[in-house]
């Protein structure tokens, strides 16, 4: 089995869009979407959810009037201000526990509470897809990525002779959920765009992925959209001994695609859909 992570620095890029089509184009594998605070690929894959898990991110305190004593220490010491006339507030409250720890009547309960859930699912394909949602406002977004990657190893153990790819649909940016999507990874696919932003954010993930030692390539998509922009990317990529192994050129029919709910493969006349083909191919070496 191979670990293919898809990733960008940024959101808007293309992730989601590359990580649809290559699950059209592996003939074993599995896939995941790790961006929970904002999954979008099962929109695309359409699948069916065999199984919907708890997932139990962190603590929350509540306030148990009968054994307190109204002294108010826990309102004085909450810096979050989530404590207001001997109520909790579960928005505000982020599950630090201090609260908990000063009151001296043992008046707090501090008990796990659901963040958000994770599915094990099949697409119309009878593909493996697990995909997660983050409740809004909760955080742990790291450790619920790395549950489906759990997930993804134990079906792996028992199934592993099957499949032959892991697809990871990455999260945004270079914090905690994308380190935790590295985990494990045997190649890291970085999608760009030819944009001030694409080449800032671009760099970030570069610096993310050394740090790893994880192999990477690069896509640029719309690449002919600011060929400047295209050219430094390439000249930057070059400098750091990064690939460039795809250039996806502006295509309305993914946007088209996007409107109906398809992969772009569903259209393989396009030529975005006829280059991400070789970017496929091009991993397979």
Known sequence: MKQLVILSGKGGTGKTTLSAAFSKLAANHIIADCDVDAADL???????????????GGKKATINNDACSQCGLCAEVC?????????????????????????????IDFEKVISGNLYDSTTND???????????????????????????????????????WFIVDGPPGIGCPVNASLTGADIALLITEPTLSGLHDLKRIILLIQS??????????????????????????????????????????VVYALQ???????????KAAQEIITVWNSLQL
């Open 126 to 164: 009878d593909i493996k897809f697990l995909h997660a949602k983050l409740f809004p406002g909760e955080g742990n977004s790291g450790k619920l990525v790395t549950e489906i990657k759990k997930k993804a190893s134990e079906f792996f153990l028992h199934n592993g002779e099957r499949n032959k």
């Open 79 to 107: 810096r979050f201000e989530a404590i207001k006339d001997l109520s909790v507030d579960e928005v505000l409250c982020e599950g630090c526990g201090f609260c908990y720890r000063v009151c001296p009547d043992n008046a």
């Open 42 to 56: 099962f929109i695309l894959l359409k699948p069916n959810v065999k199984k919907e898990l708890p997932f139990y």
């Open 212 to 253: 790893f030692h994880i192999p990477a390539v690069v896509v640029i998509n719309k690449y002919d959209l600011n060929a400047n922009i295209a050219k430094e990317i390439e000249e930057y990529i070059r400098s750091v001994h990064i690939p460039l192994i795809g250039k996806i050129p502006f295509d309305e029919k």
């Open 260 to 270: 109906q709910e398809k992969s772009i493969l569903e259209y393989p006349e396009s």
